[in-house]
């Protein structure tokens, strides 16, 4: 066929070519085959050097030949065919840029380079797309195989890399179609299957997931430009528009790349029109579609917001379009439609110099964004206030907006989303990061200035009023724009009663003289004075008008007022006025607006401006402290990221002074105790930047700041803050962040060389013993200088001072117990050393003073004594005889100045002796029991290797016994053994025997604590009960005999100090003997109802412990931990929550406590009422996650229905079924056990708890679940309504039901079950009322025979052991002894 008599058409597959079409059409004569395929591409070669581009109409089926082989053929003969068809196509384009421009072309000459041109183009794009498949194929195989090597493998496949060459082909396709080569056809009319193919190619290499990697940016630039020339100059859009919208339905990687092709069609080739056909396509989108397709909905947010970041200018003007969605159901469109309208105000509708129209629309984008902040979706909420963020932080946000954002964040604060909290903290941090009123918002320090600015702006009014009423006004006019102020006055005086006031009306004035007075108050809009002055009016100008006949009413006292303000008195005054020329001239003066009128003006707008501006600043700063009490609650969320965002905040907000922020900062202290890391570094870097980097000239002033900021934290500090704050203090000392300037100056502080308070004196010698624990030799090199300073011979003593003097010296040394693996001896002082004589001297010279701060001094003297002394119990024990000395002498005094009387003791005395008493037993004890023990320890290891050492070759040789014993490690064991055996013996025969110092105590504590009538002192009842409890932790049989007495006090006592003193005491007892107090224990639950919240708080800190600890049986009366939850002490409810939290972690602890739970709360003569019992269920059911325990209980409680006997107990276990996380196995459950629930139905309560159940089962149902959750609901509505409608068909199906339970009543005598099994639980059995009487044994064992139930350890408990009753017969016998871990390691061994 002649190249000048044929037509290409384009095809639409390859195959096509090979088919014969129409006249004169162009088809391929032959494939040529693979090894031919060289020669004639060099045949190729030399008729274009011949002939030129035209060329290709002769050697195109060379070229086809090579597409249809491509798979087959060479590297090399790929990459001579792209480089050889790159010439001709560049040799085209340079021959056609003439071509076009000169004279024109004729037919066969236009034909022909057509053809050539189709050829071209056909051929270049088919070779770039068989090149990129063959890239494609091999970057799948590399995600399979791996990461090494790709390139490699791409440069193996193709011989060359393909990625560095699809550049220059798109370039030169771009240069190509920049041509003007529509006169190539006829009527100058481009083909659409010509455009489609070059932008095809384009879109297919957009469809390669690699294309959105920084390597490919090039080739996107590429195909962008190419793109873009299509849609200038080839009416491209409508087809562009298409092909994204499909691309981003199905392409997830390319929203990126689209935004930027588009971005950059927008600007640099001004198609501004295609943004707005691409968003009308998506806003058309269906709602319902888009919730069905989300990938297609991920596409499009993710493509409409980083096209707002790019373009927002261009994209505002198609908003309109896109407002439907969000009201839509998919969370992420309403997402991107949210962040380009944020978008749009931070880049466009951002600055003062709006216009009325941009404002209007910034404000309808803000109102949006205001209104999503309370969105359905957490998503949307927590992306919301992502945006506000960055609005607040590049100060975009309006300031008459402010307050109501602010309002905004902190409301989301408690929402449910812990994204969403975290996010609502960072916005507040912004505000305050970026607030436009202060660095210091003190609401305190606010609320003083703004009061005087309201009060200078009063005047300033007030004052131009009385210019303006100089003026000639109209008295109507006047009294029209006086009345709203003075009707509101005057409902405020009319509600307050009358007080009485001085007299404002002189005896000798009348009643004109007092109406002019009313006047001119009313002119000067002194509208309270003139108030009150008319109400003295009335009542003494009683028959003189106008003042007579006047009704004390609010209607009566403003037409008084006016009849005064403007009677024919004004006339008389008016004519005063303009005679006299000093009031003519004011008048004159006011009348013509001068500079000095316009001059008052202006002051007036700066005065409002301003108290504006400080009302606007004191608003901000309330609602900072509002987020405070908020925030500070979520300092110990389990996330760890809520926390940090909590720590930050508090850390800015003190920064801006907030007075509230110290608390936060001081509450964040615990924290570092911390397991997560996160936190604890949050911690030490939140009190790094508040602390360590204070703001000074030099660095004694920094120092300086630094110490005055620290001690604030120890102003009414408790004793866990300052071991956190300790804890923290050490970590900076061991990383030599604490600077030297600022340990000197604590020791100048301390020894006064530096003028300081006592208090300040006593928070430095506390802060340099906390730096000691980090490095002991801070305190230890000083140590003759701190007892010189802290304990010196003054008198009066600082007792304060020297308490802290004490712990500080305590800290160089280590207060554990020492390890096997130190050889060393411990740190110790000798007897005779300064510091121990001048404790002992202080403790007995201040024993016969009434101070309250001798006795925490006595303790920790007493405490440092046993810890760093050489014979500890000889001072102690000389302090002891001295102080009783002293009472003794005391006491022979007393008798002998009057000896008819007994003789009497000071009350102070017999307390400190008692104190002192308690303060040594109890560190004899932990002095033995640690430092003699570990010594002794200590002492027989480095005797065996001493012994082991000295041994000869024979005498290592010992028989098979003594070997195996070794291997054992029995010998070390038995050792141990007979240690502890030696300490308890002397614990147990001597320190209370009769030659003993200690043991001479004892009848003096015992008598106090014996007769609480004898000795009424409060703080003597508490030492003597202390006193008590410490003595009875030295000996088990001392301790058994006073466990009667202990607890009849705990009972008993009237003074809740000693109740919660004694608390302590026997949970201390409780892990020291825990045999002894096993059977006291259901007396340590009672004190979790003591009706004194310091005792429930002690309790609760103690049974926490002890149950935590294993250290107590966990029986039903749990329950009465779980009534703290309800506690109205925030802080016990707060204790309650955590005990059940660490609760929670112990296998299936609450699970096996719930049955005990239920049926005590909702007992109707000892449970709680009904709205306590649903907060308390709610919160322990939350911790019921297993789908196996839901079903379980879900089981139980439907059949505990049956044995329910009240309507209340029926709500109350249907609420329990709704609060579980219902599965579709639960419902299963509750559908075979329908018939234990359905009669109950008949109660709404119960009926709209099942309700809720369906709810939520509704929500998470797959679709075949669905039809179960239909026939339950039926169900339900059927048994529900049934019972309305026929009451005696019910009944009579009831009555054998009924009846049933009630023949055989559960028995409150069983077999204990085990709480550790998840199935050991069958039924729940309400327990029976709470009798005083006993019970005789043998009905019990009758009704236990005739009918066995299961029951819990709730219903175990007898009410004997309930009773408060402490007589002989009912004093617990010791029960089955509690065996020690250890003991039952060496029994199983």
């Not at 502890?980 to 008598?1007: M, T």
Request: charged share 25%; with cysteine.
């Amino acid at each position: 066929m002649s190249p000048h008599n044929f037509e290409f058409h384009l095809p639409l597959s390859p195959e096509e070519l090979l088919k014969s079409g129409g006249v004169n059409q162009y088809v391929v004569q032959e494939v040529l085959p693979v090894k031919q395929l060289s020669s004639q591409l060099r045949a190729f070669q030399s008729a274009f050097r011949a002939q030129g581009p035209l060329a290709m109409l002769e050697h195109f089926d060379t070229i086809y030949s090579i597409l249809h082989h491509f798979r087959s053929i060479e590297p090399d003969l790929k990459e001579d065919t792209l480089e050889f068809l790159k010439k001709v196509v560049s040799c085209h384009s340079q021959e056609l840029s003439s071509l076009l421009d000169g004279a024109a072309l004729s037919g066969s000459d236009r034909s022909a380079h057509l053809n050539a041109l189709k050829m071209n183009c056909y051929a270049l794009t088919r070779l770039l797309e068989s090149f990129e498949n063959v890239t494609s194929r091999t970057s799948l195989i590399d995600l399979d195989v791996g990461g090494k090597g790709k390139k490699a493998r791409a440069k193996a496949a193709l011989g060359f890399d393909w990625e560095e060459e699809r550049q220059p082909v798109l370039q030169l396709l771009t240069q190509l179609l920049q041509l003007d080569i529509r006169h190539l056809w006829n009527h100058s009319v481009i083909e659409e299957e010509f455009v489609s193919l070059v932008t095809g190619c384009c879109y297919r290499l957009l469809e390669n997931p690699t294309i959105s990697l920084q390597k490919n940016r090039s080739t996107k630039e590429a195909i962008a430009h190419l793109l873009g020339v299509a849609l200038v100059r080839y009416n491209h859009m409508f087809s562009a528009t298409v092909k994204i919208i499909q691309m981003l339905q199905h392409f997830e990687h390319l929203p990126s790349v689209l935004v930027t092709a588009v971005s950059l069609w927008a600007t640099d080739y001004g198609m501004k029109s295609i943004v707005g056909e691409i968003v009308r396509e998506i806003g058309q989108k269906c709602s319902q579609e888009l919730s069905r397709d989300t990938a297609g909905a991920k596409g499009f947010a993710a493509f409409l917001t980083e096209l707002a970041e790019r373009i927002p200018a261009v994209l505002m003007s198609s908003m309109c379009i896109l407002l439907d969605h969000l009201d839509g159901e998919n969370y992420m469109m309403r997402n991107a439609v949210l962040a380009a309208m944020a978008e749009i105000v931070l880049q466009v509708l951002n600055g003062d110099q709006l216009e009325e129209s941009a404002r209007e629309t910034r404000d309808q984008f803000l109102d949006s964004l205001q209104a999503h902040v309370h969105d359905v979706n957490c998503f949307v909420r927590n992306r919301v206030l992502q945006l506000f963020t960055r609005i607040v932080q590049q100060k975009a946000l309006p300031l008459t907006r402010f307050q109501a954002v602010v309002a905004l964040a902190v409301g989301r604060l408690a929402d449910k989303s812990v994204l969403v909290c975290k996010n609502a903290i960072q916005l507040l941090a912004s505000f305050l990061a970026n607030n436009p009123f202060s660095c210091k918002l003190s609401d305190t320090d606010l609320a003083g200035p703004l009061q005087k600015e309201i009060e200078k702006l009063q005047e300033m009014r007030a004052q131009r009023r009385t210019a303006a009423a100089s003026a000639a006004l109209d008295p109507e006019e006047e009294w029209e724009a006086m009345l709203p102020e003075l009707k509101s006055t005057l409902q405020q005086l009319l509600q307050l009663p009358q007080e009485e006031a001085d007299q404002q009306i002189a005896d000798a004035e009348t009643a004109e003289e007092v109406k002019g007075r009313i006047r001119q108050l009313l002119a000067k809009a002194s509208y309270k004075q003139a108030i009150i002055l008319t109400r003295e009016a009335i009542s003494r100008f009683q028959e003189s008008e106008p003042f007579s006949h006047t009704e004390p009413e609010e209607n009566g006292f403003l037409n008084l007022l006016e009849i005064i303000f403007k009677g024919p008195a004004a006339s008389t005054q008016e004519s005063q006025e303009d005679t006299d020329p000093e009031l003519t001239g004011s008048k004159d003066s006011h009348s013509v607006p001068g500079p000095e009128g316009s001059q008052r003006n202006d002051e007036l707008v700066k005065q409002e401006m301003l108290v504006q501006y400080l009302q606007d600043a004191y608003s901000f700063s309330q609602k900072i402290t509002e987020a405070i009490g908020i925030i500070s609650k979520m300092m110990y969320e389990n996330t760890t990221t809520v926390v940090q965002e909590v720590i930050e905040f508090f850390v800015m907000v003190f920064q801006f002074g907030v007075p509230q922020a110290l608390f936060g900062v001081r509450h964040m202290l615990p924290l570092i105790w911390s397991k997560e890391p996160g936190v604890r570094e949050a911690v030490l870097n939140a009190y790094r930047q508040l602390y360590l980097n204070p703001k000074g000239d030099s660095a004694r002033a920094k120092a300086q700041a630094l110490i005055q900021n620290l001690s604030l934290l120890l102003v009414d500090a408790s004793v866990g803050t300052i071991q956190c704050l300790e804890e923290i203090l050490c970590e900076f000392v061991q990383k030599d962040e604490i600077k030297p300037a600022v340990i000197q100056l604590l020791w100048e502080r301390a020894t006064e060389k530096v003028p300081c308070s006592p208090l300040e004196r006593c928070s430095s010698v506390m802060l340099l013993g906390m730096m000691a624990r980090g490095k002991p030799e801070i305190v230890g090199s000083n140590l003759d200088t701190l007892v010189r300073v802290g304990l010196d011979e003054r008198f009066p003593q600082d007792y304060r001072l020297a308490q802290q003097v004490c712990l500080t010296i305590a800290n160089i040394s280590d207060r554990r117990k020492p390890s096997l693996g130190k050889r060393h001896p411990p740190f110790r002082l000798p007897q005779e050393h300064r510091l121990f004589e001048r404790l002992q001297e202080m403790v007995t010279k201040g024993f016969a003073h009434p101070d309250p701060l001798w006795v925490p001094f006595t303790e920790v003297a007493v405490t440092l004594t046993y810890q760093l002394a050489e014979g500890p119990e000889v001072i102690c024990a000389q302090m002891l005889q001295g102080c009783a000395k002293q009472a003794l002498e005391k006491l022979e005094n007393t008798t002998e100045a009057d000896p008819k009387e007994a003789p009497k003791l000071p009350t102070f005395l017999l307390m400190n002796l008692l104190a002192l008493a308690g303060d040594v037993a109890l560190q004899q004890l932990v002095h033995l029991e640690q430092a003699v023990s570990g010594e002794l320890c200590r002492r027989r290891v480095l005797q065996e290797e001493q012994e082991h050492r000295t041994k000869g070759p024979k005498e290592k040789t010992t028989s098979s016994e003594t070997t195996m014993e070794e291997e054992l490690g029995l010998v070390g064991a038995t050792a141990e053994d007979t240690e502890a055996e030696l300490i308890r013996g002397i614990c147990e025969k001597e320190l209370l025997d009769g030659s003993q110092v200690l043991a001479a105590f004892v009848p003096l504590i015992l008598k106090v604590c014996n007769n609480p009538g004898l000795y009424r002192s409060p703080e003597l009842s508490a030492a003597a009960s202390l006193a008590l409890g410490k003595f009875c932790m030295i000996s088990a049989p001392f301790c058994d005999s006073q466990l009667r007495l202990l607890f009849t006090m705990l009972e008993k006592s009237s003074l809740p100090t000693v109740r919660s003193n004694l608390m302590v005491a026997t949970g201390d007892l409780a892990i020291r003997f825990p045999n002894l107090l096993d059977p006291w224990t259901p007396h340590l639950y009672a004190r979790l109802r003591d009706p004194a919240q310091q005792v429930r708080r002690t309790a609760g800190l103690v049974m926490t412990h002890l149950i935590l600890k294993d250290m107590v049986k966990v029986k039903g009366q749990v329950s009465e931990m779980a009534v703290l939850l309800i506690d109205p002490v925030p802080q016990i409810a707060a204790l309650a929550k955590n005990f059940f939290n660490e609760l929670s972690h112990k296998g299936n602890a609450i699970y096996n406590l719930l049955p005990d739970i239920i049926s005590r709360l909702s007992d109707p003569e000892g449970g709680v009422e009904e709205e306590p019992f649903h907060t308390i269920m709610k919160q322990l059911l939350s911790y019921i996650t297993k789908d196996k325990q839901t079903e379980s209980l879900v089981e139980k409680l439907c059949q505990r229905f049956r044995t329910a006997r009240t309507e209340r107990q029926y709500r109350d276990l249907a609420y329990c079924v709704s609060q579980l996380p219902l599965t579709e196995r639960g419902l299963h459950k509750m559908l075979d056990n329908f018939e234990c629930f359905g009669d109950k139905l008949l109660d709404e309560s119960v009926f709209s708890a099942f309700l809720s159940v369906v709810g939520k089962l509704r929500r998470g149902a797959k679709p075949e679940g669905k039809a179960i959750i239909d026939e339950f609901e039926q169900k339900l509505r059927a048994c529900h309504t049934r019972g309305m409608d026929g009451i005696e068909e019910l009944e009579t199906g009831q009555g054998g039901s009924q009846r049933a339970p009630s023949a055989k009543k559960p028995s409150n005598v069983s077999r204990p079950q085990p709480l550790t099994s998840v199935d050991s639980d069958n039924d729940f059995v309400t327990p029976k009322p709470r009798r005083t009487k006993p019970r005789h044994p043998h009905t019990q064992q009758r009704k236990s025979q005739r009918k066995a139930k299961v029951v819990f350890s709730s219903d175990e408990s007898s009410e004997d052991e309930l009773s408060a009753e402490m007589t002989e017969e009912e004093t617990p016998k010791r029960t089955t002894p509690i065996l020690r871990a250890s003991g039952r390691r060496r029994h199983r061994s």
